[in-house]
């Protein structure tokens, strides 16, 4: 340890007095890691680039935090921004909640609203606010991934010399399945001048280093030491090597013989907890990981505990999560993909506060979480490889990346020991390769001709590219470029051959024009942005213009306005919406993107393999998009669960039903499975859209899908259920429900659990009213007796029902005073929040203004039951708008939510869309009673609000905006900006 700063350590006051400058207990001085020390020594407070290369536990973190702060609390003549990438969902979420203390937002000098956090599965501020414009953030904490999506739908930022950007785990790089993405990210920064470049790594190769540094253009940092040591064992059948990290580097042979055995040496180790627990053990595989935990089990006696305990845990019962539930009380656990979030987060939560003393898991635990294991042992250390059949060696950095949770910095240990033993099939002391560099994995190119479609439309439609020479210098200025360069023949000839064949399909397909100049259409800018292969966003298109009719026949049937308060039961209505998911499902499933050849980026769970009836499939195999139905029988299963799942299904029913004692199916790969096709679901979406755009009405190619205005209509409601099945499918909860979600408690965590709102909706609980009216108490506490919920939390439910919408409101209305200050709306904005009747309409008409839409008639005393307003979008195509409102946070009812529909019709102008405007909310109830409606659509006034601000910003246009008003239902903010 180092305790002083290095000469011109460049750190400003705030951030030295800051935690993040660590500092001796007994003394004050500073107290710095060798890791540390070099960072700030090479400049990182200085605006530095750097690429940081140092063993695990070495205080790399603080380094990246050190070059955030500072580049915030530096020159502030223009906004700074900062950038931290994480490689995975979970570290976004907790690093977001670890800077979000009071601490560390001093020592940023921002506040809680300019931090965002953006994962792919959710973007929000540190008030628990969606922002609008993540990119605006001071702070964004993103997965590189979900970086790269906010740039190209975003439009590229050619000049980022005012972004600091920290990439922590940068190796991700080199990764086979996720390394395209970031290569291409980084490379955007690069090209773009970021003004601060901090990669992070604990695992990278010399050469890797070399090559990494050197294009990038950055100084390399390489720091060998480990402030907490660690001790190797290797156990074979005769002896114990050992080796340690601050010592030369060579095995010493002790002589002696030790337990090799797994759960023996857990037994071992458990005789001296003080000195060796906690302790993780890894394991090659999932299974793996299962039968330890189950056989650790049995040596602590461990009984079965009942279903009620595991879902109260858990919000969800599944076969792991019971065993989870048992093992928990007896200091232990089990950490695998297999386990589904809330599963694997209390398993997280209780490693961070020191409940658990062994863990046996898969390498994901390695993947950048710091948890206070004392030791590690490696079940094994070669992984089975089907395709060398047998088992292969994991790499050098897999393994030093595993044993590094051992002796963890901050944790008070002293040492930390890793112990591994000789397997079969290998020689006894194999394992010492690890020492040296043999079993380094080295990045190789990940730009390659089968994804050149994607990157190119990506590239054009972010307007990086604008031409083939652009094309081809990104590509050359990429890391793939730069490896490839001297070891291809011919490579400027290869570059543009594969390019000139990408460019075609992009061109055949619809989604460029030009020759010279290349341009981007409105459907290729919607398939670059729902981060879709174009091969599959052509496949979708194909498929809806072969079978548009069967799905449409799916959707309730429609009615004018004027019958929907007539309407009656529609027969069989649940089983037609279950085959229309089935058959959206099953669809995605099919894709390039699972069943490509070369370009596959996601694989249904193994053990749905097995064949298994479907009754589904059979009545509609005539349009499945792989004949005969059984012939793709693991996305006919897939999609089965998909069906069920959003109607209430249990994933433990699923698990039994599907799965088998030689393949069970899990409650993980389920919900990695259901995420995934949520996923896709909202990039199918997004190219319906575009399909269906009234900007795209003209063009020739898209006359078979959509020959007439009233099958636009059509496909507008189709849009409509499949933006809402994306966010079932995501939370597996009945659409008439699904409302409860943005329920939340004082803390911002969601109000209800799934397992309370199936209960509620079991017991026709189904709208606001229904969850506070005294009338339905009874009810009420019936379906929270099912779920064991106790009376304190009932009480709680209801007054927070009501008071977490009001609190969402006043959110959305402060992050559109800060996006729109300047602009000068600050009196409109409140105005419009806090207003009723006519003083909202006369809010709603000024908001309108503001935005240069022309109003071209309103009611006033000459007209009876004249409609609030007519106005004009787009030229020519006028779209009746009616303003409702409630005092207080009373909601609007379906009879005014409707109203619109008569004062139309008895003026001539029910022809045109109809809208009506809910201050502050429409009726819970309403959306599903209007999902008939052919020409009705119903919008909360925060809704409204949000996408006006985006279009007085220009981040869409007037066009997008009138589709999204129009098209029947329910508009939702999020249709337009998903998180």
Same mark, same amino acid.
């Given at each position: 340890?180092?305790?002083?700063?290095?000469?011109?350590?460049?750190?400003?006051?705030?951030?030295?007095?800051?935690? $993040?400058?660590?500092?001796?207990?007994?003394?004050?001085?500073?107290?710095?890691?060798?890791?540390?020390?070099?960072?700030?020594?090479?400049?990182?407070?200085?605006?530095?680039?750097?690429?940081?290369?140092?063993?695990?536990?070495?205080?790399? +973190?603080?380094?990246?935090?050190?070059?955030?702060?500072?580049?915030?609390?530096?020159?502030?003549?223009?906004?700074?921004?900062?950038?931290?990438?994480?490689?995975?969902?979970?570290?976004?979420?907790?690093?977001?909640?670890?800077?979000?203390? &009071?601490?560390?937002?001093?020592?940023?000098?921002?506040? *809680?609203?300019?931090?965002?956090?953006?994962?792919?599965?959710?973007?929000?501020?540190?008030?628990?606010?969606?922002?609008?414009?993540?990119?605006?953030?001071?702070?964004?904490?993103?997965?590189?991934?979900?970086?790269?999506?906010?740039?190209?739908?975003?439009?590229?930022? &050619?000049?980022?010399?005012?972004?600091?950007?920290?990439?922590?785990?940068?190796?991700?790089?080199?990764?086979?399945?996720?390394?395209?993405?970031?290569?291409?990210?980084?490379?955007?920064?690069?090209?773009? =001048?970021?003004?601060?470049?901090?990669?992070?790594?604990?695992?990278?190769?010399?050469?890797?280093?070399?090559?990494?540094?050197?294009?990038?253009?950055?100084?390399?940092?390489?720091?060998?030491?480990?402030?907490?040591?660690?001790?190797?064992?290797?156990?074979?059948?005769?002896?114990?090597? !050992?080796?340690?990290?601050?010592?030369?580097?060579?095995?010493?042979?002790?002589?002696?013989?030790?337990?090799?055995?797994?759960?023996?040496?857990?037994?071992?180790?458990?005789?001296?907890?003080?000195?060796?627990?906690?302790?993780? !053990?890894?394991?090659?595989?999932?299974?793996?990981?299962?039968? $330890?935990?189950?056989?650790?089990?049995?040596?602590?006696?461990?009984?079965? !505990?009942?279903?009620?305990?595991?879902?109260?845990?858990?919000?969800?019962?599944?076969?792991?999560?019971?065993?989870?539930?048992?093992?928990?009380?007896?200091?232990?656990?089990?950490?695998?993909?297999?386990?589904?979030?809330?599963?694997?987060?209390?398993?997280?939560?209780?490693?961070?506060?020191?409940?658990?003393?062994?863990?046996?898991?898969?390498?994901?635990?390695?993947?950048?979480?710091?948890? &206070?294991?004392?030791?590690?042992?490696?079940?094994?250390?070669?992984?089975?490889?089907?395709?060398?059949?047998?088992?292969?060696?994991?790499?050098?950095?897999?393994?030093?990346?595993?044993?590094?949770?051992?002796?963890?910095?901050?944790?008070?240990?002293?040492?930390?020991?890793?112990?591994?033993?000789?397997?079969?099939?290998?020689?006894?002391?194999?394992?010492?390769?690890?020492?040296?560099?043999?079993?380094?994995?080295?990045?190789?190119?990940?730009?390659?001709?089968?994804?050149?479609?994607?990157?190119?439309?990506?590239?054009?439609?972010?307007?990086?590219?604008?031409?083939?020479?652009?094309?081809?210098?990104?590509?050359?200025?990429?890391?793939?470029?730069?490896?490839?360069?001297? =070891?291809?023949?011919?490579?400027?000839?290869?570059?543009? =051959?594969?390019?000139?064949?990408?460019?075609?399909?992009?061109?055949?397909?619809?989604?460029?024009?030009?020759?010279?100049?290349?341009?981007?259409? /409105?459907?290729?800018?919607?398939?670059?942005?729902?981060?879709?292969?174009?091969?599959?966003?052509?496949?979708?298109?194909?498929?809806?213009?072969?079978?548009?009719?069967?799905?449409?026949?799916?959707?309730?049937?429609?009615?004018?306005?004027?019958?929907?308060?007539?309407?009656?039961?529609?027969?069989?209505?649940?089983?037609?919406?279950?085959?229309?998911?089935?058959?959206?499902?099953?669809?995605?499933?099919?894709?390039?993107?699972?069943?490509?050849?070369?370009?596959?980026?996601?694989?249904?769970?193994? *053990?749905?393999?097995?064949?298994?009836?479907?009754?589904?499939?059979?009545?509609?195999?005539?349009?499945?998009?792989?004949?005969?139905?059984?012939?793709?029988?693991?996305?006919? =299963?897939?999609?089965?669960?998909?069906?069920?799942?959003?109607?209430?299904?249990?994933?433990?029913?699923?698990?039994?039903?599907?799965?088998?004692?030689?393949?069970?199916?899990?409650?993980?790969?389920?919900?990695?499975?259901?995420?995934?096709?949520?996923?896709?679901?909202?990039?199918?979406?997004? !190219?319906?859209?575009?399909?269906?755009?009234?900007?795209?009405?003209?063009?020739?190619?898209?006359?078979?899908?959509?020959?007439?205005?009233?099958?636009?209509?059509?496909?507008?409601?189709?849009?409509?259920?499949?933006?809402?099945?994306?966010?079932?499918?995501?939370?597996?909860?009945?659409?008439?429900?699904?409302?409860?979600?943005?329920?939340?408690?004082?803390?911002?965590?969601? $109000?209800?659990?799934?397992?309370?709102?199936?209960?509620?909706?079991?017991?026709?609980?189904?709208?606001?009213?229904?969850?506070?009216?005294?009338?339905?108490?009874?009810?009420?506490?019936?379906?929270?007796?099912?779920?064991?919920? *106790?009376?304190?939390?009932?009480?709680?439910?209801?007054?927070?029902?009501?008071?977490?919408?009001?609190?969402?409101?006043?959110?959305?209305?402060?992050?559109? $005073?800060?996006?729109?200050?300047?602009?000068?709306?600050?009196?409109?904005?409140?105005?419009?929040?806090?207003?009723?009747?006519?003083?909202?309409?006369?809010?709603?008409?000024?908001?309108?203004?503001?935005?240069?839409? +022309?109003?071209?008639?309103?009611?006033?005393?000459?007209?009876?039951?004249?409609?609030?307003?007519?106005?004009?979008?787009?030229?020519?195509?006028?779209?009746?708008?009616?303003?409702?409102?409630?005092?207080?946070?009373?909601?609007?009812?379906?009879?005014?939510? +409707?109203?619109?529909?008569?004062?139309?019709?008895?003026?001539?102008?029910?022809?045109?869309?109809?809208?009506?405007?809910?201050?502050?909310?429409?009726?819970? /109830?309403?959306?599903?009673?209007?999902?008939?409606?052919?020409?009705?659509?119903?919008?909360?006034?925060?809704?409204?609000?949000?996408?006006?601000?985006?279009?007085?910003?220009?981040?869409?246009?007037?066009?997008?905006?009138?589709?999204?008003?129009?098209?029947?239902?329910? *508009?939702?903010?999020?249709?337009?900006?998903?998180?």
């Amino acid at each position: 340890m180092y305790h002083a700063l290095p000469n011109n350590h460049g750190l400003s006051g705030e951030v030295e007095a800051s935690p $993040l400058v660590r500092r001796d207990d007994a003394t004050g001085t500073p107290s710095l890691t060798h890791a540390q020390y070099e960072g700030l020594a090479h400049g990182v407070a200085r605006s530095e680039s750097m690429l940081l290369v140092a063993p695990t536990s070495s205080g790399k +973190t603080e380094v990246g935090l050190i070059a955030i702060a500072s580049w915030l609390r530096a020159d502030r003549n223009y906004i700074r921004k900062t950038v931290y990438l994480v490689s995975h969902r979970a570290l976004a979420r907790q690093k977001h909640k670890d800077l979000l203390k &009071p601490e560390m937002l001093a020592a940023f000098g921002i506040e *809680p609203a300019d931090m965002v956090m953006s994962n792919g599965d959710l973007t929000i501020d540190g008030n628990g606010a969606v922002p609008e414009a993540p990119l605006n953030a001071r702070v964004l904490i993103a997965t590189y991934e979900k970086f790269l999506a906010l740039l190209a739908s975003n439009g590229h930022q &050619p000049d980022m010399t005012h972004y600091c950007v920290v990439a922590d785990e940068c190796q991700l790089i080199g990764d086979n399945h996720r390394g395209r993405e970031v290569e291409i990210l980084l490379t955007l920064i690069k090209q773009a =001048n970021c003004g601060q470049f901090v990669g992070l790594s604990a695992v990278l190769s010399e050469l890797d280093v070399n090559h990494l540094s050197t294009w990038l253009e950055i100084t390399p940092v390489v720091v060998d030491t480990r402030e907490v040591p660690l001790s190797y064992e290797l156990r074979t059948t005769t002896a114990k090597y !050992v080796w340690r990290t601050d010592g030369p580097e060579q095995v010493v042979n002790t002589g002696e013989a030790l337990p090799r055995g797994t759960l023996d040496i857990l037994a071992e180790l458990s005789q001296d907890p003080a000195n060796n627990l906690p302790v993780a !053990v890894f394991c090659m595989s999932k299974p793996r990981v299962k039968a $330890l935990a189950e056989g650790w089990a049995q040596r602590c006696g461990v009984a079965p !505990v009942e279903d009620a305990i595991t879902r109260d845990l858990f919000g969800e019962t599944t076969s792991l999560g019971e065993n989870l539930a048992a093992f928990l009380p007896h200091s232990f656990a089990m950490h695998t993909t297999d386990l589904i979030d809330t599963e694997r987060a209390l398993v997280e939560d209780r490693l961070e506060n020191n409940q658990i003393a062994v863990v046996f898991a898969t390498s994901t635990l390695a993947q950048g979480l710091n948890f &206070p294991f004392k030791t590690v042992v490696f079940d094994h250390w070669a992984r089975w490889d089907s395709g060398q059949g047998g088992r292969v060696p994991i790499t050098r950095s897999e393994l030093r990346n595993m044993a590094g949770r051992a002796g963890r910095l901050g944790m008070g240990d002293t040492e930390g020991r890793v112990i591994l033993t000789a397997q079969q099939g290998f020689p006894e002391n194999f394992p010492t390769q690890y020492l040296g560099n043999s079993l380094d994995d080295l990045i190789t190119p990940r730009l390659v001709p089968e994804w050149f479609d994607l990157i190119a439309l990506q590239l054009l439609a972010a307007k990086i590219a604008a031409n083939m020479d652009e094309l081809l210098a990104f590509m050359d200025a990429s890391l793939s470029g730069y490896l490839l360069r001297d =070891n291809t023949q011919n490579f400027d000839a290869y570059l543009r =051959n594969h390019l000139t064949e990408a460019l075609t399909k992009l061109i055949q397909w619809g989604y460029v024009l030009g020759a010279d100049a290349l341009t981007v259409t /409105d459907l290729g800018q919607a398939v670059a942005r729902s981060g879709l292969q174009p091969k599959s966003a052509n496949f979708f298109q194909n498929y809806l213009t072969q079978y548009r009719d069967h799905l449409l026949a799916l959707l309730p049937p429609s009615v004018p306005l004027e019958g929907l308060e007539q309407q009656q039961e529609i027969p069989d209505w649940n089983v037609q919406d279950s085959d229309l998911v089935f058959l959206l499902s099953h669809l995605i499933s099919t894709s390039p993107e699972y069943e490509d050849r070369d370009t596959t980026r996601r694989y249904l769970p193994y *053990p749905l393999e097995v064949w298994r009836e479907s009754n589904r499939a059979i009545r509609h195999q005539a349009i499945l998009s792989i004949q005969p139905w059984d012939a793709g029988i693991t996305a006919v =299963n897939g999609s089965d669960i998909v069906a069920d799942w959003v109607q209430g299904g249990s994933m433990r029913d699923f698990e039994l039903s599907f799965g088998d004692d030689r393949r069970p199916l899990t409650g993980g790969q389920i919900a990695g499975m259901l995420r995934d096709l949520a996923a896709f679901m909202s990039g199918l979406g997004d !190219v319906l859209e575009a399909l269906t755009a009234t900007t795209n009405a003209h063009l020739p190619a898209l006359l078979t899908l959509v020959p007439s205005d009233d099958v636009r209509r059509e496909l507008r409601r189709l849009l409509r259920r499949i933006r809402q099945l994306a966010r079932q499918i995501t939370v597996g909860i009945p659409e008439e429900v699904l409302w409860m979600l943005e329920l939340d408690d004082a803390n911002g965590e969601p $109000l209800l659990k799934r397992s309370e709102i199936l209960a509620l909706n079991q017991h026709d609980i189904t709208s606001l009213e229904d969850l506070l009216g005294a009338g339905r108490a009874a009810d009420f506490n019936a379906a929270m007796t099912e779920v064991n919920v *106790p009376q304190e939390k009932r009480a709680a439910i209801r007054v927070a029902a009501r008071a977490s919408r009001v609190k969402r409101t006043d959110q959305i209305k402060n992050r559109l $005073l800060k996006d729109l200050g300047p602009i000068q709306c600050q009196d409109l904005i409140n105005t419009y929040f806090t207003s009723r009747e006519t003083i909202f309409e006369d809010a709603v008409a000024s908001c309108l203004d503001c935005v240069e839409i +022309t109003i071209l008639e309103r009611d006033g005393d000459a007209q009876l039951r004249f409609p609030d307003f007519v106005v004009d979008i787009i030229e020519n195509s006028p779209v009746v708008m009616e303003s409702k409102s409630k005092e207080g946070d009373r909601e609007v009812p379906l009879g005014e939510a +409707t109203d619109v529909g008569g004062k139309a019709a008895a003026h001539g102008l029910n022809r045109h869309p109809m809208v009506t405007i809910c201050q502050p909310y429409v009726a819970t /109830d309403v959306p599903g009673k209007i999902k008939r409606a052919q020409d009705l659509s119903v919008v909360n006034a925060e809704d409204l609000a949000q996408v006006l601000a985006a279009l007085k910003l220009g981040r869409i246009t007037k066009e997008r905006f009138y589709d999204w008003i129009t098209t029947p239902g329910q *508009p939702r903010f999020d249709d337009l900006f998903r998180p």
